[in-house]
């Protein structure tokens, strides 16, 4: 079985310029997150999706983060215009969904965002 | 608000110790608890979880967790470690209602010398 995909892997970009990442999730997962992992920190929720609709982007940067996941399975995040906190590395994770009962999350690898 | 203490930031032990990770959590309701592994290289991965019943679970690669609700901790166990142990570890945990948001520790970062 496939697991999540994240794209690009690594990306460097000035402060001020935008950037977006690309998720895939597994095959036949309804739900799909989005996590801001800081240098030192633990992964940090930014947004949740159950199949294309938000669920809970509570601690979403609205004013500069973006995210969408047309169709229910593909997802991109985007920066514009992205700061030097923004540095990081964002996980893509997807699981089975619903609301009863708990629904592991897989993983992808993430990607390396340096924000110079 | 859902949180999560992980009290050691970095671990190094000598293959074979034992060892103990401390995680304790806030949450105000029924709680789901859950032990992450992140290995060089690799995906966060899930090591053990606990929802109910035996409040001793027991995970992948000989690891295991003890749930004690009167101090609201989670502990990570090993009796023995070895150098592929080495790798950062985070306790996470959700509430059992819901969309199950999960909120993450700080990590432990675990170095095993052969």
């Known amino acids: 079985e496939a697991g999540v995909a994240q794209s690009p892997r690594y990306k460097i970009i000035e402060k001020r310029q935008s950037v977006a990442f690309w998720c895939n999730p597994i095959?036949?997962?309804?739900?799909l997150y989005w996590y801001q992992q800081i240098l030192g920190q633990g992964p940090k929720l930014l947004i949740q999706?159950?199949?294309?609709?938000?669920?809970?982007d509570s601690q979403l940067p609205k004013d500069r983060f973006s995210a969408e996941r047309l169709k229910g399975v593909d997802s991109t995040l985007k920066i514009q215009p992205a700061k030097l906190e923004d540095s990081a590395v964002y996980l893509c994770a997807s699981s089975l969904g619903g609301t009863g009962g708990f629904n592991e999350q897989f993983f992808g690898p993430g990607t390396r965002l340096t924000v110079l | 608000a859902q949180s999560v203490s992980q009290h050691n930031h970095h671990v190094i032990l000598s293959e074979a110790a034992s060892l103990e990770l401390g995680c304790n959590y806030s949450?105000?309701?029924?709680?789901?608890l859950f032990w992450y592994v992140q290995y060089p290289g690799q995906h966060l991965q899930l090591l053990l979880k606990y929802f109910s019943g035996d409040p001793l679970v027991k995970g992948i690669k000989g690891f295991e967790a003890e749930f004690i609700k009167s101090k609201f901790s989670f502990n990570l166990r090993k009796p023995s470690v070895q150098w592929s142990d080495t790798a950062e570890y985070f306790c996470a945990v959700a509430g059992n209602t819901g969309f199950q948001k999960l909120v993450f520790g700080t990590g432990t970062r675990l170095l095993v010398s052969p």
């Open positions: 095959s036949g997962h309804a739900t």
């Open positions: 999706f159950q199949n294309n609709g938000v669920v809970d």
């Open positions: 949450y105000g309701g029924t709680v789901n």
